[in-house]
């Protein structure tokens, strides 16, 4: 029992990497488009690989089908609700397990370096000549891209969510700044769902797509550390997640200061992972603490629990704030108020 965790635990990485291998062969797309049980030789020559691959694809396969990534009937492989998280006209994931296995192996290599430095560089700095990973987004545009598609990706299925089981959040506020809104994808879901509720997408002037300037977006570039633009609500959705305490204290500080005090209802919506929420399964508290150690090690930041969510909202000024029970796979909304 002992040795098969420990091997579990070695080679888990193949886990990832089978996931890649679906994004990079477009194999979700592929079955989608068969229309109905699509048998491995018919997979195989839709891809297109050659004959002889087709063993591989059939181990693959079959370990996916273990993982229920795939289900698989008589006449071939199916989807399943995780594999149609991949599809280009749902939340076209495969950019997030692109991102996860392009970028940590470049720096996870230096993690026992870092835990013998006495400097306060975070891993991703140490492996990188102490740049920042936005720093390094900014100089290398494909990496950048992939980022932000991971992120827009991740931001289609969640936000979808948000609006869906938490309207109530937008009640009574006209104007909202997403601050560190990426390329959109969130302030776009928002305005289509609440159609008088005017929208800003704030990131770094590199990051944001000018093009999604309309009647109900606008978009501006800037650094959340200097000032953020004015609203009656801000959403930060899996930022401060990328910050320590001390710089999340600066930010929300920030956007405090961004709140329209005339009015009655002026908020922060937080994003993020709880790390001790009480409906969490297994399965769910196991994702949060990997998650947590991928955020330490790249950009210094961390997940929260409870108790330290309490004290970084009270450390950062605000009278009072709301944990809303958890709806939705992983993450909670917490709404802070001035
Ligand atoms: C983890 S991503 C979250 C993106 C988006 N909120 C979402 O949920 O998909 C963090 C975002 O913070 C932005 N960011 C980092 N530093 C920033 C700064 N100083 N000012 C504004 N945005 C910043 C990054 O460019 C990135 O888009």
């Not at 991949?86 to 993690?111: I, K, R, Y």
Request: aromatic residues 10%.
């Amino acid at each position: 029992m002992e040795l098969t965790s420990f091997i579990h635990l070695s080679v888990s990485f193949m886990s990832s990497w089978a996931l890649r291998h679906v994004a990079d062969l477009e194999i979700v797309n592929h079955i989608k488009a068969y229309g109905g049980p699509m048998p491995l030789h018919e997979l195989a020559r839709s891809i297109p690989i050659p004959p002889e691959k087709d063993f591989a694809l059939d181990s693959l396969m079959e370990f996916l089908v273990h993982q229920r990534v795939f289900a698989k009937c008589e006449g071939g492989y199916l989807l399943t609700p995780i594999s149609e998280l991949m599809l280009n006209e749902g939340a076209n994931m495969g950019a997030f397990v692109c991102l996860a296995t392009e970028s940590a192996p470049q720096h996870l290599f230096f993690t026992s370096k870092w835990f013998k430095d006495t400097g306060k560089s975070t891993v991703f700095q140490l492996a990188h000549n102490g740049k920042q990973p936005w720093e390094v987004q900014k100089e290398k545009p494909e990496l950048g891209n992939l980022f932000n598609d991971a992120m827009a990706s991740h931001s289609k299925e969640s936000v979808r969510i948000i609006v869906a089981t938490y309207p109530e959040i937008f009640d009574g506020i006209n104007n909202l700044v997403d601050v560190g809104g990426g390329t959109g994808s969130t302030v776009k879901i928002i305005a289509d769902s609440f159609p008088d509720l005017r929208c800003t997408v704030f990131d770094l002037p590199h990051v944001v797509d000018n093009s999604l300037n309309n009647d109900s977006i606008s978009v501006v570039g800037g650094d959340m550390f200097d000032k953020i633009p004015p609203a009656d609500a801000i959403l930060l959705k899996t930022v401060l997640h990328d910050w320590s305490d001390e710089d999340c204290v600066r930010i929300l500080k920030k956007c405090k200061e961004a709140i329209d005090s005339t009015i009655n209802n002026g908020k922060v919506i937080v994003v993020e992972i709880v790390l001790d929420a009480e409906t969490d399964d297994s399965k769910e508290t196991e994702t949060k603490l990997i998650y947590n150690l991928c955020l330490m090690f790249q950009f210094g930041g961390k997940e929260r629990t409870k108790k330290e969510w309490h004290d970084l909202i009270l450390g950062a000024g605000y009278s009072d704030y709301k944990i809303y029970p958890a709806r939705m796979p992983l993450y909670s909304v917490i709404e802070l108020y001035p």
